[in-house]
């Protein structure tokens, strides 16, 4: 279970407040407009954004003091996800440990992981030679490696087209949702939220609202969401 | 990532560029003599004749660059940068062929029976700085007029408006003095020109006056004067060049030509060509020379020229070394102590270190002794502003892109450095060692003031052939000189982009 308690984040002149409890094992979209915090929420969460006060905790521990790296949390950027200068094996392997010569299992637990998510036989060419949706794809066998619990996604697969961003959101919840890991997927687009989440958290205004479920946020949005959303036919 | 390296390299470089003034200033009692304000005085006017030329003619250079397309454009363009290589010592040898006593000039003037002119004094020190800066100045002053967006010259073309005083003028306003303060910072530590082309009472630099008080009268004191002077002169310079600061010393983006439709005319067409073809012919032509004569000058390679050659590039390689060590070191330190310590060799010239660690070490050890590490910290330092300036925003972009990615796998310290970092900053790396291990290579400096008997490096070789009149033996090495900086320029670049990640 995430629960950010009385947490308050700081970006420049910006100011963020979250108070709410995530269920473990559920997927979540957090939904809102641009500049509303979305991604500073995120940040704070992963660890990239020293909170100003509150505290984010999973299953009861304070991750305050733990770097990034060390938190049970994996995260998929927007882009530059891979290292340019490494082979999709070697981007996968550093799920598993900072190395660039993996033993005979790690190896094979990388090469696994790219099959599964329909890479097999690439392991060897490097971001440059994978087209925008292969080196997604790459991208989320690392996560899957990793075997963290908490996977943070800040609009992970925006620089796809429509038709490889919805087969890449079914791959996620084939691979991600069936393992139990919870899911926080930073989103502008409640397309993408009725497609993967359960729930959605609506982040506006510099405050992130407790989490309800998609269909009965996306039938009747909260104010905040409803001007940024406009009627829906 | 890890401080402390930065911080060591940050305080060994402000305590070699700083710490070199305290023996300075033990030493230097007394006052400046006569001959010292003379160097003094003809070391400012010849870095204000020579810094004015440069800009002053490069103007329409730049600007016949900027507003023509013609085939080689780009090729002409990138050859701009290639100065910055160039042994200066090869140079000069260049400009003796074409200007010297038995150059083409001096021939051609000969056969039609006119006097014959010297290319030695006054003049022939600006002739060489304007050799030597000329293209520097171009490149700075047309990154100013590609700068200028594409758009303004359309609008200025709608409105039927003077390009002149509407955007170049401006334009020029703004470029001219960084582009002026720089070449006149880097005239100030002539060494190499003035002990070739100089010399005399009436035509030696300050970093001269300190070379021969050392070498010829064995007057430290006097030295330690004149390094002091110097040190003053030229912190001041760059102190006013990085505050002037022309952004252009990368020079990305000097491939296109701006669109134009002022200036279509024939004579306008005319005199672009001219300048740009009168400026090829000025900085292709002693080049040009300076290799034929050097192919001549092989089969008259004296004895010692392995060695030198051996030592040369040991010098180089280990000033390279010591160069990408503390610039990568100050990178990841970064801040304001960083920037300040890089900085600080602008301030220091070649010969004013050389003499401050001459002091330190002369009770204790031979000279000759040390001659070559000397020579290679010495180098290393004077490459150090280059390659941070190279270094500095390629890592500031490596952590902007990949510095999350990163840091949410938990690759710190070592590990990071090791598995994104370096890898990542390795086209950089090439290019900075390329840099340094040419400009070494090069340089004739702080060798002339240590090196013994069967010390000499390549630079100095040429300098002692030069000086006993030998000059298709000092050609010969001149060819090697060059054939050697361009060939680990070339080397180390082309290593780092090897199979680099695009």
């Known amino acids: ?32 407009p641009s500049g509303g915090g979305k991604s500073t929420l995120l940040a704070g969460i992963a660890g990239f954004l020293k909170p100003q006060s509150g505290q984010v905790l999973w299953d009861g521990r304070d991750l305050g ?8 949390i994996s995260v998929l950027f927007q882009d530059n996800n891979l290292f340019p ?60 490696v990793q075997e963290r619990p908490l996977v943070l996604m800040d609009e992970p697969f925006g620089a796809l087209g429509p038709a490889l961003k919805a087969e890449m959101l079914d791959l996620t919840r084939e691979v991600l949702v069936r393992r139990a890991a919870t899911i926080l997927m930073v989103t502008h687009d409640p397309d993408d939220a009725a497609a993967l989440a ?27 969401l409803r001007a940024y959303l406009g009627e829906r036919g | 990532m890890p401080k402390l390296p930065g911080l060591v390299a940050a305080v060994l470089v402000a305590g070699l560029c700083l710490g070199t003034l305290l023996p300075l200033l033990r030493v230097g009692q007394g006052g400046l003599a006569t001959a010292d304000w003379a160097a003094f005085r003809f070391t400012v006017l010849q870095a204000l004749l020579s810094a004015g030329l440069s800009v002053g003619l490069a103007v329409p250079v730049a600007r016949a660059l900027a507003r023509r397309v013609f085939p080689g454009r780009r090729l002409l363009v990138t050859l701009l940068g290639a100065p910055f290589l160039l042994p ?53 002053i047309l990154q100013g007029w590609l ?15 003077p390009i002149g005083p509407l955007l170049e003028q401006p334009m020029l306003r703004s470029v ?111 080049l040009g020379l300076a290799v034929l004569n050097g192919l001549g000058g092989l089969a008259d390679l004296p004895d010692g020229v392995a060695g030198a050659a051996l030592r040369s590039i040991l010098v180089a390689l280990g000033a390279t070394a010591m160069t990408l060590i503390l610039a990568l070191a100050l990178a990841f330190q970064g801040g304001t102590l960083a920037q300040l310590a890089g900085a600080l060799p602008l301030a220091a010239s070649s010969l004013v270190l050389g003499t401050g660690l001459l002091l330190v070490v002369r009770p204790f050890v031979a000279l000759s002794s040390v001659a070559l590490p000397v020579t290679a910290l010495v180098d290393a330092l004077v490459a150090l502003p280059f390659a941070l300036r190279a270094l500095s925003p390629a890592l500031a972009e490596v952590e902007a892109r990949h510095g999350r990615l990163a840091d949410a796998l938990g690759l710190t310290g070592l590990s990071r450095l090791r598995i994104v970092v370096l890898p990542l900053l390795r086209p950089v790396l090439g290019f900075a060692a390329g840099l340094g291990s040419a400009l070494s290579m ?61």
């Open chain 1, 1 to 32: 279970m995430l629960r950010l308690d009385g947490l308050e984040l700081a970006q420049g002149d910006f100011r963020l407040r979250a108070d709410l409890e995530i269920p473990g094992g559920t997927s979540v979209a957090l939904l809102g």
């Open chain 1, 65 to 72: 003091p733990l770097p990034p790296g060390q938190r049970p």
């Open chain 1, 85 to 144: 200068h490494l082979s999709a094996l070697q981007n996968v392997v550093l799920g598993l440990r900072p190395t660039l010569r993996p033993r005979q299992e790690e190896r094979a637990r990388a090469s696994d992981a790219l099959a599964r998510v329909g890479l097999a036989g690439l392991e060897e060419r490097r971001p440059a030679q994978l087209s925008g949706g292969q080196q997604a794809r790459a991208a989320l066998a690392r996560v899957l």
């Open chain 1, 198 to 224: 359960e729930m959605v958290v609506v982040v506006a205004e510099g405050q992130a609202e407790a989490p309800r479920p998609t269909g009965a946020v996306l039938a009747d949005p909260p104010p905040a």
């Open chain 2, 88 to 140: 200066v010592i090869v140079a000069v040898m260049g400009l003796l062929a074409l200007f010297g006593r038995g150059g083409l000039l001096n021939d051609a003037l000969g056969a039609l029976g006119l006097p014959r002119v010297s290319i030695y004094g006054l003049h022939g020190v600006v002739i060489a700085h304007l050799f030597l800066n000329l293209p520097l100045a171009t490149r700075l």
């Open chain 2, 147 to 161: 700068d200028i967006p594409a758009e303004r010259f359309r609008l200025a073309a709608t409105l039927n408006a």
């Open chain 2, 176 to 286: 001219l003095p960084g582009a002026f303060a720089a070449i006149f910072a880097l005239c100030l530590t002539s060494f190499s020109v003035a002990l070739i082309l100089g010399g005399g009472p009436r035509a030696t630099t300050v970093e001269l006056a300190i070379y021969q008080a050392i070498r010829f009268e064995a007057d430290f004191s006097g030295a330690a004067q004149l390094a002091l002077l110097q040190y003053a002169i030229c912190g001041l310079a760059a102190g006013l060049a990085l505050w002037l600061s022309p952004r252009a010393l990368g020079g990305a983006g000097l491939g296109r030509a701006v669109e134009r439709w002022d200036a279509k005319g024939l004579m306008a067409r005319i005199a672009d060509m001219a300048w740009i073809g009168l400026a090829c012919l000025f900085l292709v032509l002693p």
């Open chain 2, 442 to 502: 090069g340089n004739l400096g702080v060798i002339a003031l240590f090196g013994g008997e069967g010390q000499e490096t390549l630079p100095l070789l040429m300098a002692l052939l030069m000086g006993a009149y030998r000059m298709d033996a000092a050609a010969g090495v001149g060819l090697l000189i060059l054939a050697l900086a361009l060939l680990l320029f070339w080397a180390f670049d082309r290593g780092g982009r090897l199979h680099a990640a695009p």
